[in-house]
């Protein structure tokens, strides 16, 4: 494993998140200092861009703007959901891979992303090995799902939580304004996982939690949501109830499917596009009980607020793409960075690797023992694993009473 | 117009804002401070709260909280929407109140609210006039609608356009992640006013906003939203588009009426209660248009996100709360605080008195030269008006990651 001299290229896949831009910040700036790294290139819409032969010269852009990716949501170079094709049945895209790798002298390859993208830089991983290209691999993690195998959490997770913990506790005051009675549902994001919305229970902390709190991991039985809700309106008569927006029932159905489903789609991955369930839960609870029921879906905010960003998450997703570039260049490849929480009172987390292979595809969920017995509310448990999560507060620059995001220029790489 | 001695009271009214506890901050430390103020009460949800003899004793509480007021959203405590009856019909209400007020020997009347609020204010001063009881009536301005007469703008306004174009910034990015086409509707709030709406167009001037913006004063055409749509769509492929919830035809009809209208009410005021629009619009264009369409409603984070307020709103509705006090004290009575820009390049905002009986019921709508003449967007006079209201970050002080906002012992005052 001695030195590999080439150029390195980055990818940005799957759903945005607060911090996936501060990833790349530190894959970037990182990359930029190592002399073995001879070029550094970010790939336009992940893996797509570089089949299509188009990324970006990142040695180009202005450092100022570099440094402002770490406080910029969304993916700055462009995402994607694409997938690739297994290696055994078709080639066509690895080859193409390869002759672009080959072309450009690409030595390092980084792909940002979740269960999906580890998926894709397994295969390519593992492509390249079988054909003898040598190329270091590295994943690095990033899901507002919070739902990858083999780490303690996932950098893009503590934002979203510190934004649904809040804007929790800032529901909780405003649907209290009034002396009436109202029950308010908010829909948040997690298909199959239920660590966003357990997040809501963060708010719990300073006092203003909800009151129910319904995750995916347990079956969704409408029958007893209504009475659940109902037993505890009658005595607090304003409450809120949390609910995953991938809750099912026993049968695996959809429970947004049980009513008017608007934003229904489903993406690349055959993965059903959600939303709407709060107005689906909303229209229900009114007609079962004739209560005054609101729905508030967090939607797109809550993965995007950079506004209200944890400071630990921006710092830990820039020095997960930091590590990546260093181990790479130390010679590590085929791996994912992961965050091991070093025991102790205090929280500190150390990085450590973990197999691409053993990633891809696996779905972490939230452990029954962190839902309460009902499977309407969470435990302690969880409340001492998240809460690290969200420590301190980022947010970017504001410039005249507004946000200034990184602005890249985005100099197409040529050979 | 000598010193008058007595007991002030503060009842807050109408929806919640980021800033409406800020003004109350400014009325009780400022009340505290006066010797010729006997007792500090807070209503417990406004007129209702005084009808009810149930208000707090604000001496009680600790001076921190009262201090932590200024960052803490919603209506701390309770806010109403009641409408008093005509007194020259049934003046049973008013006997009652002059009763308490004599119990309590209150001198002091501060309301703090929007339109209807003050025309509550409004009798309450005109009665207490007619029969003899000397007792100074001040009106506070809040809304986050800005549709108040007489003033400049509204305590709350800033703040809720803050929120409004720093999450569109965010939701910009976000959905320009990946490589596709899409439309988003963004569902803003605002009944007869695009005041809120407008504020979408702040984004844009970091280069991150709308397409098309409408405001409800102007009558809303579906063929012509479609056509307009589509023409922008096939141009860009992303888009974003700002639509006001209370949008109506040409005959008056509510546009989310059009479809599925899972959140109608109807409040004390007889005002419809809106919600559902962008989801209406969405499932329209995704008919008409078979795009991948995504409707975002900002719902009640746009009124409650204290983590995102703008400081110069929180100044100014603690300096309006402050003034009240200082005007009543001085003699002045039957007023509402109320803001004048000053002139010159820089933004400066002088407090001015208006009457009472001017300011009650009557609606402020964004001018029609504001608006674009395709009525689809606002014009610079607006971004020129608005962007000093958004000047300045304000937010809570955070405590183990979450706001940490002011907690009211609620002494309830007796005699």
Not at 56 to 76: A, Q, V
Not at 132 to 143: F, H
Not at 267 to 284: P, S
Request: net charge neutral; hydrophobic share 40%.
């Amino acid at each position: 494993m001695g030195e590999l001299k080439g150029a390195c290229i980055l990818g940005q896949s799957g759903g945005p998140t607060a911090v996936i831009n501060a990833t790349a910040a530190g894959v970037i700036q990182e990359a930029l200092k190592q002399d073995c790294i001879t070029a550094v290139y970010g790939a336009a819409h992940g893996i797509q861009g570089i089949l299509n032969e188009k990324f970006y010269d990142m040695s180009k852009e202005d450092p100022y703007e570099l440094e402002l990716l770490k406080t910029t949501p969304s993916s700055l170079l462009g995402s994607v959901r694409y997938k690739l094709k297994d290696p055994d049945e078709d080639d066509t895209e690895y080859k193409k891979l390869l002759e672009i790798f080959k072309k450009y002298n690409i030595r390092y390859f980084f792909y940002n992303g979740g269960n999906d993208s580890m998926d894709t830089c397994n295969k390519i991983s593992k492509y390249m090995q079988k054909v003898g290209y040598e190329c270091r691999v590295m994943g690095v993690p990033k899901t507002i799902d919070n739902d990858l195998w083999g780490t303690d959490h996932c950098p893009g997770y503590g934002s979203a939580a510190k934004y649904i913990a809040t804007s929790t506790m800032e529901i909780y005051l405003d649907v209290r304004a009034y002396d009436t009675k109202m029950i308010t549902v908010l829909e948040i994001m997690g298909r199959n996982a239920g660590w966003l919305t357990a997040a809501s229970a963060l708010a719990g902390v300073q006092g203003y939690g909800p009151d129910l709190i319904y995750l995916p991991e347990i079956p969704f039985d409408i029958d007893k949501f209504i009475d659940e809700v109902m037993s505890v309106y009658e005595k607090k008569k304003n409450i809120i109830v949390a609910v995953s927006e991938g809750v099912r029932d026993k049968d695996g159905k959809y429970i947004f499917e049980y009513g008017p489903a608007l934003h229904k789609h489903t993406d690349a991955f055959g993965h059903v596009q959600l939303g709407g369930l709060a107005a689906t839960l909303a229209g229900i609870l009114k007609e079962k009980t004739g209560a005054k029921v609101r729905g508030i879906e967090f939607s797109l905010l809550q993965r995007c607020a950079a506004h209200i960003a944890s400071l630990t998450d921006v710092n830990e997703a820039y020095l997960a793409g930091q590590a990546a570039v260093q181990y790479a260049v130390q010679g590590i490849t085929d791996k994912m960075i992961a965050f091991e929480r070093a025991e102790g009172p205090e929280y500190k987390c150390n990085i450590k690797l973990v197999n691409l292979t053993d990633v891809a595809n696996v779905e972490k969920k939230v452990p029954r023992e962190w839902i309460n017995k009902d499977g309407n509310g969470v435990t302690e448990e969880f409340i001492k694993y998240a809460m690290p999560l969200i420590q301190g507060e980022s947010r970017p620059p504001f410039e005249n009473g507004l946000p200034r995001f990184a602005r890249l220029k985005k100099v197409l790489a040529t050979k």
